[in-house]
């Protein structure tokens, strides 16, 4: 048996922890594998917590077979993420130094606790459900998203890029600031493969109020901000196979140094795309916005959303090592 991406820990696996384990496994199968364990696990004939199998029933994710587990050295180390679900206490991070675990390799998830405000009994332990179900979705994401992109980067419709960025969290402003390499993702759109063609290099974010969006490569090793205002953009989507004709590609590069500015030509805000409020780069000059959703603390999806063009343009971010 192949070790688990993933292992949800709580004390005895009785309770969280084979909660967590239900809820990937019924609502988030695809893309990894996942299991559960405790740190001091219950005799190996109790059964799991009642009123979790309950909860977990309401919502069809059945608690997976299995006698409460302990701590297992090898799978712990293969783990892509640990997870300790609830407050740790003494004992427990004792337990996983005693399996060979640092604290630093652990996530922990201190769910609610509705008893606090007087909830107990079914309605308490829906509320921890659904505050784990919510930490599982967001896990699932972070750890699949990656790979998930490169098989859209293959050749993908723009209805799967809409679906997979609609699985994806927002970007906040501070999380834009940088220098990102760019590179579209291919859907048929008439800019697949244009920008590149012309030697985009991406964009640069130094503030809010100050963006760089077309850098362009200018010779092997330096770089240009282009103009927007001065690319007729309109013009080269509809040449349609034209535009990528060499000599179209080479005059253009001479005129680089014409349509550079030192000056900002775009705007960061925060607006509101597909019911999600999210980081988007407002262009100064042109009926644009770029509107990002954030794949990994490196990746960034873009959907340029152009005023008069039919579809959105999907394109892909990539920090670079400043």
């Given at each position: 048996m192949s070790q688990p991406d993933v292992v949800f820990l709580c004390r005895s696996n009785r309770g969280k922890s084979r909660m967590a384990q239900a809820l990937a496994a019924a609502q988030h199968a695809d893309g990894w594998t996942v299991s559960s364990a405790g740190t001091h696990p219950a005799p190996p004939d109790d059964p799991p917590n009642a009123q979790s199998v309950e909860a977990l029933a309401e919502v069809n994710a059945p608690v997976i077979a299995q006698r409460p587990r302990g701590l297992d050295p090898d799978e712990l180390g293969a783990a892509e993420r640990v997870v300790l679900i609830g407050s740790p206490s003494e004992d427990q991070w004792a337990a996983l130094a005693g399996a060979g675990l640092e604290e630093s390799a652990v996530t922990v998830w201190e769910t609610i606790e509705p008893s606090h405000d007087g909830i107990e009994g079914l309605e308490r332990m829906r509320l921890i459900r659904d505050d784990i179900a919510e930490r599982v979705a967001a896990l699932h994401v972070e750890l699949t998203a990656p790979a998930r992109l490169r098989d859209l980067e293959a050749g993908a419709t723009l209805a799967d890029v809409h679906t997979f960025a609609d699985t994806l969290p927002a970007v906040r402003i501070e999380q834009m600031l940088g220098t990102w390499r760019g590179s579209g993702l291919p859907t048929g759109h008439p800019l697949d493969g244009l920008l590149?063609?012309?030697?985009?290099?991406?964009?640069?974010?130094e503030s809010a109020d100050v963006v760089h969006p077309l850098l362009f490569e200018k010779g092997e090793e330096s770089l240009v901000s282009i103009n927007p205002r001065?690319?007729?953009?309109?013009?080269?989507?509809?040449?349609?196979?034209v535009a990528q004709h060499p000599a179209l590609i080479a005059l253009a590069g001479r005129l680089k140094p014409l349509l550079g500015t030192r000056r900002?030509?775009?705007?960061?805000?925060?607006?509101?795309h597909r019911g999600l409020s999210t980081a988007t780069m407002c262009y100064d000059a042109l009926p644009i916005h770029d509107v990002f959703r954030r794949v990994d603390d490196h990746t960034l999806l873009g959907l340029m959303d152009w005023r008069g063009s039919d579809d959105e343009f999907p394109f892909v971010l990539r920090r670079v090592d400043d």
């Open positions: 590149e063609a012309y030697g985009w290099y991406g964009k640069r974010f001065l690319v007729p953009l309109a013009l080269v989507t509809r040449l349609g196979d900002p030509t775009a705007r960061l805000r925060m607006t509101t």
